[in-house]
């Protein structure tokens, strides 16, 4: 076996061996075997007992999904004669489908951007560099649009879990940071940063917590007049440095982060219910009231990293987990997710995906041959299963799984040649229009 997570013991204590038990409890018949000893570590997922903190039970994830850009970067310098957007990437680490993310170019009309100006996300603004991914807003403006960025998770079946970016925000003023996910305009869950509202003058770094709704659909897309919005004051300048940024989103209930510190809680009929992705924008549209802008120069958003555990929405996973996942009582079968503290930003450096045989049969960036990891390419199709999410009922506990309708080829998400006015909850509309299966 190998090395463990920070501050992770090398064997389960008696409360994750009591929750385990209870767990097997509700496994399907097909389950009930002489299990062997587990044939890898974390076979059975990782678990986040930080959700206690907040009253609630610790969830067991069983996929993941990390990106170390820093590591995609020297892969990129490695294989730069595949240029052709002459943006210093290899173009074929984004359309080789290993990184599990997607670059996107659409416009928005200045209307549907609800801005003085329209936005047109292009690809050529998403790169990686040693610092990490780069996401880049241009100071001019082209046919009534500024020019921005935006990177997806190709995979759309992320269904509880817990999400955390390594940020920097950049300092020039009147733009738009966003980590967040999303379903769809009434189902998204933001963490925003507005560069024109920081002052050093005061120590003033605030940063904007949202759940989008449709009572917030019906205030014209503004959460704060629906109790959906929390402005919380960072203890640090987030242009000076990295800060790793989360959310938790489980079932009734969304928790914020940053460097692991608890930020704000929500909960009610706001929090999304179905399955969705993660997105990384940097935009502007000149709307005085939120971005600002457009910048007076280039402005860029930099990610060291994105780390997702969470339960996937595909039946087709939750078979997998069963077939994986042999003893969840064995030693190691489960792991637990290292987080990072203000006063301990070890974890930072974990990646599971480092690690041999701990994210066997999950979906992982592949980098470079630093990574010891055992991994399953990225294929054009997203895998992925249950999320197990320990949640009381009567006394007992249970795990929580859920269908969705077979995903599409990963090709099919937005590129250029596609109509540039169609908003993005079109677009997702229309996408469920053509797969689903009921």
Not at 66 to 93: C, M
Not at 192 to 202: G, H, P, R, V
Not at 336 to 358: K, L, Q, Y
Request: aromatic content about 10%.
């Amino acid at each position: 076996m190998t090395g463990r997570p920070p501050s992770n013991p090398s064997s389960p204590t008696l409360p994750l061996l009591f929750f385990i038990l209870l767990l097997l409890l509700h496994l399907p018949p097909s389950a009930w075997e002489v299990f062997p000893s587990a044939r890898a570590d974390c076979e059975c997922g990782y678990l986040a007992p930080s959700a206690a903190a907040n009253g609630f039970r610790p969830a067991l994830f069983t996929d993941l999904l990390e990106t170390d850009f820093t590591r995609l970067a020297r892969t990129a310098a490695d294989n730069d004669d595949d240029d052709e957007e002459g943006d210093g990437d290899d173009d074929d680490i984004w359309t080789s489908g290993t990184t599990g993310w997607a670059r996107q170019a659409f416009n928005m009309s200045r209307a549907r951007a609800r801005g003085e100006y329209g936005e047109m996300f292009a690809v050529g603004n998403v790169g990686v560099g040693e610092a990490g991914l780069g996401l880049v807003v241009r100071s001019e403006v082209v046919d009534g649009m500024v020019s921005v960025a935006e990177l997806d998770t190709e995979r759309l079946d992320l269904r509880w879990g817990t999400f955390r970016a390594m940020m920097k925000v950049s300092r020039v003023r009147g733009t738009c940071a966003a980590f967040f996910w999303y379903f769809n305009d009434t189902q998204e869950i933001d963490m925003e940063f507005l560069s024109k509202d920081f002052n050093a003058a005061n120590g003033s770094y605030p940063v904007n917590l949202v759940l989008q709704s449709r009572e917030a659909a019906l205030a014209g897309y503004d959460a704060a007049k629906t109790g959906n919005f929390v402005r919380v004051e960072l203890p640090f300048d987030p242009r000076a440095g990295f800060h790793e940024y989360r959310i938790d989103y489980l079932p009734g209930q969304v928790f914020f982060y940053a460097d692991g510190e608890a930020l704000a809680g929500m909960d009610g009929p706001a929090v999304p219910s179905s399955p969705g992705h993660l997105i990384l924008q940097h935009w502007s549209n000149g709307n005085p009231r939120w971005s600002g802008g457009p910048p007076v120069e280039d402005a860029a958003l930099v990610v060291r990293y994105v780390k997702a555990y969470f339960n996937s929405s595909l039946g087709q996973r939750q078979r997998d987990w069963e077939s994986r996942c042999r003893d969840p009582a064995a030693p190691n079968a489960v792991c637990e997710i290292p987080d990072v503290t203000p006063g301990d930003m070890g974890a930072a450096d974990w990646f599971f995906s480092d690690h041999s045989n701990m994210t066997n049969n999950q979906t992982t960036t592949t980098t470079s041959e630093e990574s010891e990891g055992s991994r399953l390419k990225q294929p054009w199709w997203p895998t992925t299963g249950c999320l197990l999410l320990a949640e009381k009922k009567s006394n007992a506990w249970i795990a929580i799984c859920s269908e969705h309708p077979t995903y599409p080829s990963t090709k099919m998400i937005r590129t250029e040649t596609q109509p540039p006015q169609i908003s993005r909850l079109k677009k997702v509309r229309k996408w469920e229009r053509n797969n689903s299966t009921s």
